[in-house]
Nanobody
Framework: EVQLVESGGGWMQPGGSLRLSCAAS????????MTWVRQAPGKGLESVSI????????GYANSVKGRFTISRDNAKNTLYLQMNSLKTGDTAVYYC???????RGQGTQVTVSS
């Protein structure tokens, strides 16, 4: 059974940093591209970042480029999202997802406010 468990969310002031983790199991993690997506209150899913299976190629939404960094540790079956210079607009539930499969975890809430 595929399991994706996100962690690391919470409350942070604007300008702060958070690091999200996603523990994967039930599939060959190292063979799949992975993404982070988010859903802000009252809005649809937004793709935030993507990483290839080996971790060598990454992509970012314009809204987070230069502030967020996606990475993975295939030995630990774990995906990460380092979020710096957080803005109130980054407030959302963040999900990791298998790409292009689309299956995702339960999400972790990130709230950015002063």
């Amino acid at each position: 059974e595929v399991q994706l468990v996100e962690s690391g969310g919470g409350w942070m002031q604007p300008g702060g940093s958070l690091r999200l983790s996603c523990a994967a199991s039930g599939f060959l993690f190292s063979s799949y591209e992975m993404t982070w997506v988010r859903q802000a209150p009252g809005k649809g899913l937004e793709s935030v970042s993507i990483i290839d299976s080996g971790g060598g190629r990454t992509g970012y939404a314009n809204s987070v480029k230069g502030r967020f960094t996606i990475s993975r540790d295939n030995a630990k079956n774990t995906l990460y999202l380092q979020m710096n210079s957080l803005k109130t607009g980054d407030t959302a539930v963040y999900y990791c997802a298998i790409h292009p499969d689309g299956r995702r975890g339960q999400g972790t809430q990130v709230t950015v406010s002063s």
